[in-house]
């Protein structure tokens, strides 16, 4: 008696791959549950622009400056070599170094000015609170007996109108987009002759009293 031996069917292909799949290589096993407890998937590192804006007060700007056109001064002083009377002045938004020299030590002039200069430069770069307008030309403008520079604040670096900065200058002027220094400063460097000695000319200092 021979056995009757069911037919083997195929199942039909959508019941193992489903319809919507669309990756061909892609394996039919059923997929993972999702897991309800799991915990939220959060990202590995929190991607935030950082914050480079800073609002710089006047006193902030002012006590900058005060602090390089001391050490300036100093580092002058004590680099210089030969003996130096310092005075810093601060005006209205003018700052002044005048250095006075001897007769007999005034071939040191262009040093101290070139000293001051490295200084300034030096100091703007470190600075987060002043800049050297024009720092990437020529920053310095010649006077007669030194130079002057321009120190300018900056609020954001993302908005700060770089041609200004740079170069000193900017050809729109108050119709530029980008933001501009809100406190400039000029500091004035002079290099002076010390024309009175108290203790060598008497009747000069009683010339200066009257
Ligand atoms: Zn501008």
């Known amino acids: 008696m021979a056995l009757a031996v069911p037919a083997m ?26 897991n309800p407890k799991a915990a939220l998937w959060q990202p590995l590192a929190v991607f935030t622009k950082p914050k480079l804006s800073k609002e710089i007060q006047l006193t902030e700007f002012i006590q900058a400056i005060a602090g390089m056109v001391d050490g300036c001064a100093h580092e002058v002083e004590n680099l210089i070599g030969v003996p130096v009377s310092v005075h810093t002045i601060q005006g209205q938004g003018v700052w002044s170094i005048i250095y006075r020299l001897r007769d007999q030590d005034m071939w040191c002039r262009d040093k101290v000015l070139e000293l001051s200069q490295g200084y300034i430069q030096s100091a703007a770069k470190v600075s987060d609170v002043f800049h050297l307008l024009g720092c990437r030309r020529d920053p310095f403008r010649p006077k007669q007996k030194g130079f002057s520079a321009l120190l300018g604040s900056m609020q954001d670096e993302n908005v700060a109108c770089w041609n200004l900065y740079d170069t000193g200058k900017c050809t729109k002027e108050d119709k530029c987009r980008w933001q501009h220094p809100v406190f400039r400063h000029r500091l004035v460097v002079l290099v002076k002759k010390l024309t009175i000695q108290t203790s060598d000319h008497p009747k000069a200092d009683a010339a200066l009293c009257q």
């Open 9 to 34: 069917v195929n199942p039909p292909r959508d019941v193992l791959v489903p319809p919507t799949c669309l990756c061909r290589n892609a394996p039919t096993r059923a997929m993972t549950p999702l």
